[in-house]
């Protein structure tokens, strides 16, 4: 069946370093990539999105890229601020996989220190 | 736009009664809500896929007689979990599809704050 596996966290880096949350698929077809961010206490927001093969979704310097190639939908920002701080979730979506239920990343949890 | 509302927040309640969860698409229809539970430093479990006007979809391993799920309008999906009990405690969050954007072959779901239920 189709899953995500995102690296494990959590993950504390310092403010202004570069961020990578490694993330990796398996699902047949052409799914839809998400990444959601869960402030605490907080439910989840849409961070970004990418619909087929090479599209690169971004928002808040936040980016990724859809490898088909190497099933993948790393997340990245080149400078990460305390505010970033938060848990990150990745996602898939497929319409024939039960109307387009979206199946989550186990989450990695991102701590930025002043 | 694709505002998502759960009432409430966050509810206490004793073991052995039931407690009821609102979620409402503010600003749009929804025709498929979904609903999550989440425990601590862990990922969204999906509990049922509820459809507008009829009965929920309910995962595996869910016992739908004690959650209960009601989506009687295109803006109204309500959990009732029945005979709480401590184990029952946990985050419940709902998730919400834009009629619109599904015609449009989109998937996007929008999701509500969360209700943290504790059963003492």
Redesign the interface.
């Known amino acids: 069946g189709d899953s995500v596996t995102q690296m494990e966290g959590p993950v504390t880096l310092s403010e202004e370093a570069f961020l990578t949350i490694n993330c990796t698929y398996t699902a047949t077809g052409y799914p ?1 990539l ?1 990444w ?1 961010v869960q402030y605490p ?6 961070l970004l ?1 990418a ?1 087929k093969a090479d599209d690169k979704g971004s928002n808040k310097g936040f980016e990724a890229t859809y490898r088909k190639e190497t099933t993948s939908f790393h997340l990245e920002k080149g400078s990460v601020q305390v505010s970033d701080s938060a848990v990150y ?1 990745c996602a898939l ?1 497929r ?1 024939n996989n ?5 199946i ?4 990695t ?1 991102l701590s930025v220190k002043p | 736009g694709a505002v998502v509302s759960q009432h409430p927040s966050w509810v206490i309640c004793k073991s052995g009664t039931s407690v009821k969860i609102e979620c409402r698409s503010l600003d749009f229809q929804a025709t498929t809500m979904f609903w999550y539970r989440q425990f601590p430093k862990q990922s969204l479990m999906l509990m049922a896929t509820s459809n507008e006007g009829s009965k929920a979809t309910y995962e595996q391993g869910v016992e739908k007689d004690k959650f209960l799920i009601n989506h009687a309008s295109l803006t109204l999906s309500t959990l009732t979990v029945t005979s709480a009990h401590p184990e029952d405690s946990s985050f419940y969050i709902c998730s919400a599809r834009d009629r619109l954007d599904f015609s449009a072959g989109a998937y996007e779901q929008y999701f509500g704050p969360g209700t943290r239920l504790t059963v003492t």
């Open positions: 839809s998400f959601y206490g907080e439910g989840l927001q849409l999105k619909t979730f979506s319409l039960q109307g387009g239920k979206l989550f990343g186990q989450g949890e």
